[in-house]
């Protein structure tokens, strides 16, 4: 049931966050947003996470505390976007913001850098309306890239990181953060 819930989130901002892209496509001929990504977490992963923050395993605890079983990722063009996006995402009618960090501002030690939002969601239900949170990201196709490469290196291997690989990937994060800055100087890339 709580899967359910967390699933119905997902598909109404995602629904929100589609008609903004297509809305900016066909009115102002602008590709605001390139495109959107929904996952929920897997169990065996919120677990993980619950026994790492060291929290209880109840479903009270699960819905206080763990914001990101359900995601959505904006992924735009532009860094100058994720900051007009991030603003618009305010204005839908219904939506709370419960917190907001700017990895962009100030990018992760790891490099890591896109803006995160935990949102609560109104999932309108026949006898009631129930806020679910969110977590949602709001980064560009190179921090995109840079994210989904470190995810996978570092989460889903068994291998560990070393120093050397870990200093490379920053490295890269940062080059990637000069190239997100060299394209909004330029305007528009396509």
């Known amino acids: 049931k709580?899967?359910?819930?967390y699933k119905s989130a997902l598909r109404e901002i995602e629904t929100q966050m589609n008609i903004v892209k297509d809305e900016f496509k066909v009115m102002y001929n602008y590709d605001l947003i390139d495109h959107i990504e929904t996952r929920i977490k897997e169990p065996k992963s919120i677990i993980k996470?619950?026994?790492k923050k060291k929290y209880e395993k109840t479903y009270m605890?699960?819905?206080?505390?763990?914001?990101?079983?359900?995601?959505?990722?904006?992924?735009?063009?532009?860094?100058?976007?994720?900051?007009?996006?991030k603003d618009l995402v305010k204005q839908i009618p219904g939506i709370q913001i419960i917190k907001e960090k700017d990895y962009i501002t100030?990018?992760?030690?790891?490099?890591?850098?896109?803006?995160?939002?935990?949102?609560e969601v109104p999932v309108k239900l026949t006898s009631k309306t129930v806020f679910v949170k969110c977590e949602m990201q709001i980064m560009t196709l190179a921090?995109?890239?840079w994210a989904n490469f470190e995810h996978k290196l570092k989460y889903k291997t068994d291998?560990?990181?070393?120093?050397?690989a870990s200093k490379e990937l920053v490295s890269c994060a940062k080059m990637i953060t000069r190239f997100d800055d060299k394209m909004a100087r330029n305007g528009n890339i396509g």
């Not at 291998?159 to 050397?164: G, Q, R």
């Open 2 to 5: 709580m899967m359910f819930l």
């Open 49 to 51: 996470k619950m026994e």
């Open 61 to 85: 605890n699960l819905i206080e505390n763990i914001n990101d079983v359900a995601g959505i990722r904006i992924v735009c063009n532009l860094k100058d976007d994720i900051f007009f996006v």
């Open 106 to 119: 100030n990018p992760k030690k790891s490099g890591y850098s896109s803006y995160h939002i935990i949102l």
């Open 143 to 145: 921090m995109n890239f």
């Open 159 to 164: 291998k560990n990181i070393n120093k050397k």
